[in-house]
T-cell receptor, first 112, second 116 residues
Framework: GQQLNQSPQSMFIQEGEDVSMNCTSS?????WLWYKQDPGEGPVLLIA?????ELTSNGRLTAQFGITRKDSFLNISASIPSDVGIYFC????????????FGAGTRLFVKA | GAGVSQSPSNKVTEKGKDVELRCDPI?????LYWYRQRLGQGLEFLIY????????KSGLPSDRFSAERTGESVSTLTIQRTQQEDSAVYLC??????????????FGPGTRLTVL
């Protein structure tokens, strides 16, 4: 079945550093979604990407939908302690019904 | 309500007992999803409802797991004869499941299930 490879699994960075994480797949998706999960909470949508090549920003976050439709990346600039959490990518395809596949997550730790 | 709500937030049960987990989706959302998240792991798809029918049950791990939904409202995930391996956070999400090309899911806070 479809699988997403999300990397890195975890990152330990210093406050103020930029962060990059990505997801790749052997399958084509119509939509890429990036979520953040804080401890004890459900994932919250950060950015949604709808077209190949699309580059979208949300504050210090920037995400891109790969041209091949098989990959996406998320960048966080000038990280702050509250960026700590788990970031999930999700690829979505419509095949008579929506099918959403989640990556395993990137755990981000920010040291002040 | 404003968002997806789930209850209980925490559930501790003994091995072999049955549990019911509840999800209240965002009002007007026709699609509802259940996921399982084991400690330190990603999201594992369990079941998807469109209205009160379940076109995709492919993720249910065994026949001890079942789910139902009343109309386009509340859903209940039932785990019978719980095992320790069932310990996880169970997340519910809902969406508009529009006819366009996207289906953005909004998640509840989850129910943390611990089977002793």
């Amino acid at each position: 079945g479809q699988q997403l490879n999300q990397s890195p699994q975890s990152m330990f960075i210093q406050e103020g550093e930029d962060v990059s994480m990505n997801c790749t797949s052997s399958s084509i998706f119509n939509t890429w979604l990036w979520y953040k999960q804080d401890p004890g909470e459900g994932p919250v949508l950060l950015i949604a990407l709808y077209k190949a090549g699309e580059l979208t920003s949300n504050g210090r976050l920037t995400a891109q939908f790969g041209i091949t439709r098989k990959d996406s990346f998320l960048n966080i600039s000038a990280s702050i302690p509250s960026d700590v959490g788990i970031y999930f990518c999700a690829g979505q395809a419509y095949t008579g019904g929506f099918k959403t596949i989640f990556g395993a997550g990137t755990r981000l730790f920010v040291k002040a | 309500g404003a968002g997806v709500s789930q209850s209980p937030s925490n559930k501790v049960t003994e091995k072999g007992k049955d549990v019911e987990l509840r999800c209240d989706p965002i009002s007007g959302h026709t699609a509802l999803y259940w996921y399982r998240q084991r400690l330190g792991q990603g999201l594992e798809f369990l079941i998807y409802f469109q209205g009160n029918s379940a076109p995709d049950k492919s993720g249910l791990p065994s026949d001890r797991f079942s789910a139902e939904r009343t109309g386009e409202s509340v859903s209940t995930l039932t785990i019978q004869r719980t095992q320790q391996e069932d310990s996880a956070v169970y997340l519910c999400a809902s969406s508009l499941a529009g006819t366009g090309t996207t289906d953005t899911q909004y998640f509840g806070p989850g129910t943390r299930l611990t089977v002793l």
